[in-house]
């Protein structure tokens, strides 16, 4: 990619969650944007997004969108990236895509810069964005797999409803008011309520009783770490918490690593917050963690039922690392080069 000053970057989907978290993120952390070109559907486009202090008009998506435009940040679903993000590269953009579309795409890199920045660089044109429980996961564990390599990773996630989107944020407000006023909740975004409840069910189930959301954890996850000898099980939950996916993960390692060293690897580790004192009642908790760019671990313990076992728990912002500042990440390391990642 060429170097410049500044860059055009279109948004892609602007108006929903994690394209509002990446348009606030670009200026937090001072993107060189020359320009931003906001894209929506027709149903939202003329609404605005706030951008260095200036109100922007969301333009409808469309084939001529991507004339000029440097960078384009795609988050509108995977219909959308496949119809569309070749259209941007034609142009003459980079897509970074946050949807499943690319995801397994051989020629297409699928990137954690903390785990596989290098892989940025092997680009034709599109760069995607991993899972957002993945996406935490690998951050966590890339460390203590360099030095121990990690054989089998058993993970059960408990996800936020805002990783379904805002009509999911909104059913859990309204079925909260209506069980505590002593009325029936009336599901609509899940197939039960998700108020006071949990659901064992993320995306469509698979004939082979996994769902899509769990298989895509195990793809990703040996993707990323460029890795397939690994083993990977996963049971994914939807919880009625709003912001932040949590991890309860083991792992299964080659060589023997303690608990005092895997905290030692991860207190060093990039994109890490150890947050482990359970004597002081220190550990990760959504509540704590909503808002925070770090993936949050803690709760680590040898596992006593076999040689070479350790458990975790993993906190992190769904929305933020977990989709839009690993898109921003990715943009930056793209900008950069070689330089090393911030």
């Known amino acids: 990619m060429k170097h410049k000053e500044l860059y055009t970057v279109a948004v892609v989907g602007a108006t929903g969650a ?3 978290e990446m348009i606030e993120i670009l200026e937090e952390r001072k993107f060189p944007v020359g320009a931003l070109v906001p894209l929506a559907s027709a149903r939202s486009a003329g609404d605005t997004v706030s951008f260095q202090g200036q109100d922007l008009t969301v333009q409808e998506l469309a084939e001529h969108s991507f004339a000029r435009v440097d960078i384009a940040l795609f988050s509108a679903g995977a219909e959308i990236s496949r119809k569309f993000a070749p259209i941007a590269v034609k142009a003459g953009a980079v897509v970074i895509d946050n949807s499943a579309a690319w995801r397994m795409d051989k020629t297409v890199p699928l990137s954690v810069p903390e785990v596989n920045k290098a892989d940025i660089a092997k680009h034709q044109g599109i ?5 957002c429980s993945t996406i935490q996961l690998v951050v966590a564990l890339k460390p203590l797999h360099t030095v121990a390599h990690i054989k089998r ?3 059960t996630t408990f ?3 805002s990783g379904t989107g ?3 944020m909104d059913e859990l407000l309204e079925e909260s008011r209506d069980l505590l006023s002593f009325k029936e909740a009336s599901p609509n975004v899940y197939p039960y309520q998700i108020a ?21 954890m195990l793809n990703e996850t040996r993707k990323i770490m460029g890795d397939d000898s690994i083993h990977v099980t996963a049971t994914t939950v939807r919880v009625p918490v709003y912001v932040c996916h949590s991890e309860s993960v083991n792992i299964e390692t080659q060589n023997k690593l303690t608990a005092d060293e895997a905290r030692a690897l991860l207190a060093e580790a990039p994109g890490v917050m150890l947050y482990d004192d359970p004597a002081h009642k220190i550990y990760p908790m ?3 963690v909503a808002g925070k760019d770090d993936v949050y671990v803690g709760r680590i313990r040898e596992d006593d039922s076999i040689a070479n076992g350790l458990n975790l728990w993993i906190v992190a912002d769904n929305l933020r690392k ?4 690993n898109a921003i990440q990715i943009a930056e390391a793209l900008i950069a080069g070689r330089s090393s990642l911030n």
């Open 166 to 168: 805002k009509e999911a």
């Open 159 to 161: 996800q936020s409803v």
């Open 153 to 155: 990773i058993v993970v």
């Open 286 to 288: 959504p509540i704590d």
């Open 127 to 131: 760069i995607a964005n991993p899972n």
């Open 18 to 20: 994690v394209a509002t």
């Open 322 to 325: 977990g989709a839009a500042l």
């Open 196 to 216: 006071f409840n949990c659901l064992p069910h993320i995306d469509d189930f698979l004939p082979t009783g996994y769902t899509k959301e769990e298989m895509k």
